[in-house]
């Protein structure tokens, strides 16, 4: 269980920025999610829209790992700057 909440959290952080969302009742946004980008490059995030951009990936696993890799590692420059 604790496995997935981390899992979310990097998730959230990722995509917004942050590792919680607002309080019940305050959260107005929809996250979105645009093929655009190169395949050769791992996916990026704009926090400040809450939106991804995922580059048109052959194969769903090739997207997995791009996007698992980019939610794992993608964060420490900007959490450490």
Do not use: Q
């Not at 929809?30 to 980008?37: C, D, E, F, T």
């Amino acid at each position: 269980m604790e496995i997935l909440t981390r899992g979310k959290m990097k998730w959230r952080r990722f995509a917004w920025g942050r590792s919680r969302l607002p309080p019940n009742g305050r959260w107005t946004c929809s996250m979105n999610v645009s093929k655009r980008g190169d395949v050769k490059y791992l996916p990026s995030a704009h926090t400040c829209f809450f939106s991804i951009d995922l580059p048109p990936y052959a194969t769903e696993e090739e997207m997995r790992l791009k996007l698992t890799t980019a939610v794992t590692y993608g964060t420490v420059g900007v959490l450490n700057a």
